[in-house]
């Protein structure tokens, strides 16, 4: 899939509250350091994984599932398998009536349900990494690959 950079710059800009669906709460495991990216970066990142819920995470109280946040969220980022988006986006769409965006993070896709989530106005990207993103677009990006250790905030 190809996206615009105003399009995924945009979307970066005026996101500020994600859930992450399928976050580890092991450090190595991409789920982590993304979210732990974006919580450093200043996003609020409502982590949601029901193997770990009610354990805290970057100071956040991991969630079960998306049915039970109760403040508003911009963006829900999706660490599952291809299969379970289906369920996760039709979860996020009846939780969160302002819901922007819709994110599937590298190696997910689902074309209907990101046709359901855009029939409703709502963003989608598929198979891409906000981090990977965010660095790509606002210059943390480096020459060696990607720099995981650069925390400063250029939204």
Same mark, same amino acid.
């Given at each position: $899939?190809?996206?615009?950079?105003? *399009? ?15 976050? =580890? ?16 970066? #200043? ?14 995470? *970057? ?5 079960? =599932?998306?049915?039970?946040? +109760?403040?508003?969220?911009? $963006?829900?980022?999706? *660490?599952?398998? =291809? ?11 009846? /939780? *969160?009536?302002?819901? /922007? ?5 590298? #190696? ?12 409703? #106005?709502?963003?989608?990207? +598929? ?7 965010? /660095? ?20």
């Amino acid at each position: $899939m190809t996206y615009p950079d105003p *399009f995924l710059r945009d979307i970066l800009k005026r996101s500020k509250t994600i859930a992450v669906v399928g976050v =580890s709460m092991n450090p190595v495991r991409p789920s982590y350091y993304v979210a732990r990216y974006l919580s450093l970066k #200043g996003y609020t990142v409502i982590p949601v994984n029901p193997g770990h819920a009610g354990k805290e995470l *970057f100071g956040a109280t991991i969630h079960p =599932s998306l049915s039970t946040i +109760q403040e508003p969220v911009d $963006m829900v980022d999706i *660490f599952r398998r =291809s299969e379970a988006v289906p369920a996760i986006v039709e979860e996020a769409l009846d /939780q *969160f009536p302002a819901l /922007q965006t819709i994110w599937m993070q590298i #190696g997910v896709e689902h074309a209907e349900a990101a046709a359901v989530a855009e029939a409703r #106005g709502v963003d989608v990207v +598929q198979n891409r990494c906000p981090k990977i993103e965010y /660095q790509r677009l606002f210059g943390e990006l480096r020459m060696g690959g990607f720099n995981t250790g650069v925390i400063s905030s250029k939204l």
